[in-house]
């Protein structure tokens, strides 16, 4: 295609990061970089309609590592629920939480029921969770934005404690894709941990030994960046889907601090990131967006 037409627009909007994609789609084909265009815009929204975190530590000072090796011990799970807890406090309507996998994410669950995490949670926000059925997905969206729908209504929040609902997805599962956050259904998004792609497949292993053969050193670690990144990019753009959207993500583990994992990030949601070390920081800035877009809307009506 690239040979024979005159010229070529690939366009979308879940690309970044385009490095990867260039090389083995266009380098490949003996094209040289001046012939090769680039152009990325902003976002519709305004500056101030989204706040990006990288977090990088917990509320009790714990280092957010969910590495393969770090992930599953306690001190890692107990701290995603404080996150969280905290988080509930602040955020507004709906709140959907991405976890790198469905046996993390159940595994997760079952240790906040065991240590009661579950219920503290459960009682800010009503929790609901992404089935791995496909037939059940529709009823468990429907009743989480119903549940949603109840507790911002001016009528009914006096017959609930809840400030709204909690949704528990996994990157690449059925809802990461295809299925619009807007509005109050994903005031907040966050995300636990880098989704990276299972090493141990024969056919990743291949084809990092593929590339790293003909691309050079590093090309199959990049690719396993790259991946990874590209689920990232397409779970957190989930929540701002028109102009006049507002929304928050939060992005939770050590490695989110880097810049090499940050270029990697879309550049409206770059040019807005804020980096945290701790968590105070972090949870006075997420309060301050929120407040500020209360009395905004106060103003307006």
């Not at 001190?75 to 959907?96: D, K, Q």
């Not at 994410?105 to 240590?115: D, F, I, L, N």
Request: charged share 20%; net charge positive.
């Amino acid at each position: 295609v690239v040979q024979e037409a005159k010229a070529v627009i690939v366009a979308g909007g879940t690309m970044q990061p385009v490095s990867e994609f260039k090389q083995q789609l266009l380098y490949s084909c003996s094209l040289s970089t001046g012939v090769i265009a680039e152009f990325s815009c902003g976002h519709i929204i305004p500056a101030d309609h989204l706040l990006a975190v990288a977090l990088t530590k917990g509320p009790s000072g714990v280092e957010l590592d969910f590495t393969y090796q770090s992930r599953d011990c306690k001190a890692m799970i107990s701290e995603v629920s404080r996150v969280l807890s905290n988080i509930c406090m602040v955020v507004p309507a709906g709140l959907v939480c991405f976890f790198p996998s469905y046996e993390y994410k159940e595994k997760v669950v079952k240790e906040w029921c065991q240590s009661g995490a579950f219920q503290k949670i459960d009682a800010k926000k009503k929790i609901f969770s992404e089935p791995k059925k496909a037939a059940q997905v529709e009823q468990t969206l429907g009743d989480y934005g119903k549940f949603i729908k109840i507790t911002q209504s001016s009528q009914d929040k006096t017959s609930t404690s809840h400030n709204g609902a909690i949704l528990l997805c996994v990157v690449g599962g059925k809802m990461s894709e295809g299925i619009n956050f807007s509005d109050d259904l994903g005031r907040c998004v966050v995300v636990v941990g880098l989704p990276f792609p299972n090493i141990q497949s024969p056919e990743l292993k291949e084809y990092i030994s593929y590339l790293d053969a003909t691309l050079g050193h590093k090309a199959g670690q990049q690719h396993c960046e790259n991946v990874c990144m590209k689920a990232v990019n397409q779970s957190i753009g989930r929540a701002i889907r028109h102009i006049n959207d507002y929304s928050t993500i939060v992005l939770l583990d050590k490695r989110y601090g880097r810049t090499s994992v940050q270029t990697k990030l879309p550049e409206w949601i770059r040019s807005r990131l804020q980096t945290h070390t701790q968590f105070g920081p972090a949870f006075a800035a997420l309060r301050k967006f929120f407040v500020g877009r209360s009395l905004r809307r106060k103003d307006e009506s």
